[in-house]
């Protein structure tokens, strides 16, 4: 699987931005798809997920209500929708998908994630 994120940019803070994942193969459907994010140093950390078997969602607490992942298996793309953002999201942003079943809290961490993207700029201005 080859992932390709875009999307990134300079947004003032409380404005908005969507991030594309646009993934490979043909068994999109059956992976997890994650965003991380990792600031200038920081270390990564996961920003969103969504568990392919379930369905479920998962946010990180300093996003839950202002962003939003979603997935569209038709065009084997996952996004992430950055509402009311601010500084301290600037961050370079990564998609990852893992294949396989875990434990809902092991999506939470980078462990099962097989497959990155390289990464795509999100710079919020005061």
């Known amino acids: 699987v080859q992932l390709q994120a875009s999307g990134g940019g300079l947004v003032q803070a409380g404005g908005s931005l969507r991030l594309s994942c646009a993934a490979s193969g043909r068994t999109f459907s059956s992976y997890s798809m994650a965003w991380f994010r990792q600031a200038p140093g920081k270390e990564r950390e996961i920003v969103a997920a969504?568990?392919?078997?379930?369905?479920?969602?998962y946010y990180t607490d300093s996003v839950k209500g202002r962003f939003t992942i979603s997935r569209d298996n038709a065009k084997n793309t996952v996004y992430l929708q950055m509402n009311s953002l601010k500084p301290e999201d600037t961050a370079v942003y990564y998609c990852?998908?893992?294949?396989?079943?875990?434990?809902?809290?092991?999506?939470?961490?980078?462990?099962?994630?097989?497959?990155w993207g390289q990464g795509t700029q999100v710079t919020v201005s005061s």
């Open positions: 990852a998908a893992a294949s396989g079943y875990h434990s809902s809290s092991y999506y939470y961490t980078p462990f099962p994630y097989q497959y």
């Open positions: 969504t568990i392919w078997s379930s369905g479920t969602t």
